[in-house]
């Protein structure tokens, strides 16, 4: 029995075939048209519909070349399933760097949006339309964000078992049971039976090859632990760490951050984190470690105000002996 054509928007997409897809959706002042641009490839065999998709963030751009490097993979070829890949979902941020649309919401706090509210509103119903609705998975691709640094890790809400599994999969350095927030595209999804991971690697504006490479081997991992690609034996290359407890630690003063530890870095109570000097004089405060942990997160900005973060400490479910995973998981 032949499987059935896949239909989004205006399209329809035969077995074995893939196309790219416009959405439209408002267009800009001087009358250019800013589509949602949608890259699908429709399996010959049935199989789950995953959607990957990036820049949700306008300027979170590691996951625009994970789903550019993605596309060229000839492994594609004998898809089973569908596979929908949208590189750039806010393209309103990512024309103007910025991590907003234009109507300075927060896309990934709008899901699932209405097609009568605002522009970031009407972004996200559109998405949930013609892409939430059709998948039955979904990786959402991250960055840090306002100059901080994340080493590889996914969140999600372990307490799922398929979401648990695929997590583990993934084989990011530190998975983060998370919570969703209110508005997030994983909620929304979530609210639908839909297992989504959401992957978060490296800086704003930014491209970092090690998170690039281990979201690219991440993606299609699940993708073979869901059966849309020929299961292969993989030599993982660094162990996975779980951790259901995570902080910032932030500044007590304002000053210059000097010797912040890099991420990847296991740290026990008590250790230096970094020094915050003053600009002008010798005044120097050290920053010491609350409880023991793992460095998954720092600013990478040296001047701070009062208040901000400036390192974010996991800690390891166990307390294993983390070693040094900025070296392993590159």
Not at 291 to 316: K, N, T
């Amino acid at each position: 029995m032949a499987r059935d054509s896949f239909r989004i928007g205006n399209q329809v997409i035969a077995p074995g075939m893939r196309s790219t897809v416009e959405l439209p959706v408002a267009r800009l002042y001087n009358d250019a048209a800013m589509p949602l641009t949608v890259h699908v490839i429709h399996g010959r065999r049935p199989g789950p519909v995953l959607f990957v998709s990036a820049a949700v963030h306008g300027d979170e751009i590691n996951g625009v070349e994970i789903i550019r490097r993605l596309l060229q993979r000839k492994s594609l070829l004998t898809l089973s399933g569908t596979l929908i890949a949208i590189p750039v979902v806010n393209s309103f941020g990512f024309i103007h760097n910025s991590r907003y649309l234009p109507d300075r919401r927060d896309l990934n706090r709008m899901f699932p949006g209405s097609e009568l509210g605002s522009l970031a509103a009407r972004v996200a119903a559109l998405f949930m339309r013609e892409i939430g609705s059709r998948c039955t998975h979904g990786i959402d691709l991250h960055t840090g964000s306002n100059h901080q640094f994340n080493l590889p890790q996914i969140r999600a809400g372990l307490d799922d078992h398929e979401t648990n599994r695929l997590a583990e999969a993934f084989g990011a350095p530190v998975v983060i049971d998370s919570r969703t927030r209110d508005g997030s595209l994983r909620e929304s999804m979530a609210r639908r039976g839909s297992p989504v991971l959401v992957y978060e690697a490296g800086e704003a504006l930014r491209f970092n090859e090690p998170a690039i490479r281990t979201g690219l081997r991440g993606i299609l991992a699940v993708m073979r632990a869901i059966g849309m690609l020929a299961e292969k034996t993989v030599q993982r290359r660094h162990p996975v760490f779980r951790c259901s407890v995570s902080n910032w630690i932030r500044a007590p003063i304002s000053g210059i951050l000097l010797k912040l530890l890099p991420v990847g870095s296991q740290v026990q109570k008590g250790e230096r984190l970094c020094i915050i000097a003053a600009p002008c004089g010798e005044a120097k405060t050290s920053i010491h470690a609350p409880f023991a942990g793992l460095v998954i997160g720092r600013l990478e900005l040296p001047l701070v105000h009062q208040g901000d973060a400036i390192c974010h400490l996991a800690i390891l479910e166990g307390n294993p002996d983390a070693g040094n995973l900025a070296k392993k998981f590159a």
